[in-house]
């Protein structure tokens, strides 16, 4: 990379001009003037790469050479740094920011995939080359949640890592309780909005948030990140009914990221959970709607912290790229785990049976005598204490109705037990859908 401090323009080459490319080329253009000021410099695009390059993006790319190779961009003598906004956890994306790295040239990227899957080998490179690995992008968009983590909160011990960390999911819940629209319906409206993955089963089933609950968890608890030990359950099993239940109880329904470190020293265990959960309507989480993100942190000096605004979009995706490229013009470059690659600890799993919890337990049953009995056994034979059972409506004899309940607080793997013991019931006619209720 050319000298950080000089004041010769930072030249960037950008790798995808979809959603994010082409925001962050607005963006660049828009705030030039207050960008060049802050950064101490010009930041130039100097070379883009994408799939397509006679697409209209909204955005005057003709300025800019062109590379069909995305590699061939990365290792471009004229650039600094490559902006990798493509996606996809290996393939080009990878091939290209390793590229980037090893020829000496800076990496921001966007991309929770490739950083929750490579991200430690990406720093080592980083370290390895003394160039900087930026990622704000890649988690909650345009919150400053990275950089809350890694800069803000340094001095603390982390307890707890928690919040909402897809935009897509959180949309679909949150209109579905404003609007009563379908699942599919509000999927679409996300894909069209800007907000899904490429495969946006990688939003629904949790994935995504799985990619940047790993990448926080490395950050604010100093550990290796561990992708593969995110427990990870999506919304697609959530019913409308379900968020009607939910609102009548006093909850909403948001799909809840959350790590945290249980016992100390060589008994350090990480858990990191992503799943749908019960939130009162008083916890800070419950009117978080829309495409909106909100990261909870609590500190045992700081306390709790609360960060919150757009997770995903064109506009604060940019927002968060260009300040990534505004600190490397700046030289605030930093270890991008918080601690150099050689000193994160590899923090085993915890294993969350014994976790107290009260659940939200629902199941689709035949309507026939014994049904509500054969659940209930279940439950006490497995220690579970009911707070509250609803059966909803009534359809004919014989056919498909509701029953959901609320258990009282007891460990998690008493109602894994309930719902073994009931397992292959052919008075269940689909799999129960189990949501925790976030305390407060
Ligand atoms: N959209 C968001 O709100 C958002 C928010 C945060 C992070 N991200 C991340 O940003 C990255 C980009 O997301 P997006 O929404 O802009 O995606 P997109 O699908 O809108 O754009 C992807 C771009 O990459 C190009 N591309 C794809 N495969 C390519 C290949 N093999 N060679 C060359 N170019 C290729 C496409 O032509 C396109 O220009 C992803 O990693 C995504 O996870 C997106
Ligand atoms: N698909 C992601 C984009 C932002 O990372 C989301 O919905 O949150
Ligand atoms: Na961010």
Not at 25 to 44: H, K, P, Q
Not at 99 to 115: D, E, F, H, P
Not at 368 to 392: C, H, K, N
Request: proline share 5%; hydrophobic share 45%; charged share 20%.
């Amino acid at each position: 990379m050319s000298d950080t401090n000089s004041s010769s323009p930072l030249r960037i080459a950008i790798a995808g001009l979809g959603t994010v490319g082409a925001g962050v080329i607005r963006l660049l253009g828009t705030n030039r003037d207050l960008i060049a000021a802050r950064a101490g410099r010009e930041i130039e695009v100097v070379a883009v790469s994408a799939r397509d390059r006679t697409l209209d993006r909204g955005v005057d790319i003709s300025g800019y050479a062109w590379e069909d190779d995305m590699t061939a961009l990365a290792e471009r003598e004229d650039v600094d740094v490559l902006v990798e906004l493509v996606g996809g956890s290996d393939g080009p994306a990878l091939a290209a920011s390793r590229s980037a790295l090893k020829a000496g040239k800076g990496l921001v990227t966007a991309n929770k995939a490739m950083i929750a899957h490579h991200g430690l080998d990406l720093a080592e490179l980083a370290e390895t080359a003394n160039v900087p690995l930026k990622f704000e992008a890649a988690v909650a968009g345009g919150i400053p949640v990275v950089k809350g983590l890694r800069e803000g909160t340094s001095a603390n011990a982390l307890t707890n890592v928690y919040g909402i960390l897809n935009g897509t999911c959180n949309y679909i819940l949150s209109e579905m309780e404003e609007t009563g629209a379908d699942f599919a319906e509000t999927l679409a409206e996300a894909q069209k909005l800007g907000y899904a993955e490429a495969d946006p089963t990688f939003d629904i089933e949790g994935v995504d948030a799985a990619h940047k609950l790993a990448i926080l968890a490395a950050i604010g608890f100093g550990a290796r990140v561990d992708f593969a030990a995110v427990h990870t359950t999506g919304i697609v099993q959530v019913r409308a009914a379900d968020i009607a239940q939910a609102d009548a109880l006093g909850f909403v329904i948001r799909l809840i990221a959350q790590a945290d470190v249980e016992g100390d020293g060589d008994n350090a265990r990480l858990l990191q959970r992503v799943r749908p959960c019960l939130v009162t309507k008083e916890h800070p989480l419950a009117p978080v709607d829309g495409p909106t993100n909100a990261v909870v942190a609590e500190g045992n000096f700081s306390g709790r912290l609360l960060f919150q605004g757009a997770g995903a979009g064109d506009g604060p995706t940019a927002s968060a790229v260009v300040a990534d490229l505004i600190d490397i013009c700046r030289s605030e470059i930093g270890a991008p785990f918080s601690m150099p690659v050689g000193q994160l600890a590899a923090l085993p799993p915890a294993e969350p049976g014994h976790r107290m919890e009260r659940t939200y337990i629902r199941f689709t049953v035949n309507d026939r005598p014994g049904v509500l009995a054969e659940i209930t056994a279940a439950m006490r034979d497995a220690d579970v204490s009911i707070e509250s059972l609803i059966q909803q409506g009534r359809a004919n004899y014989g056919e498909e109705v509701l029953v959901a309940m609320v258990t009282h607080e007891g460990p998690e793997r008493c109602v894994r037990k309930a719902l073994d013991l009931l397992e292959g019931s052919d008075s269940l006619t689909g799999d129960p859908l189990v949501m925790p209720i976030l305390p407060n």
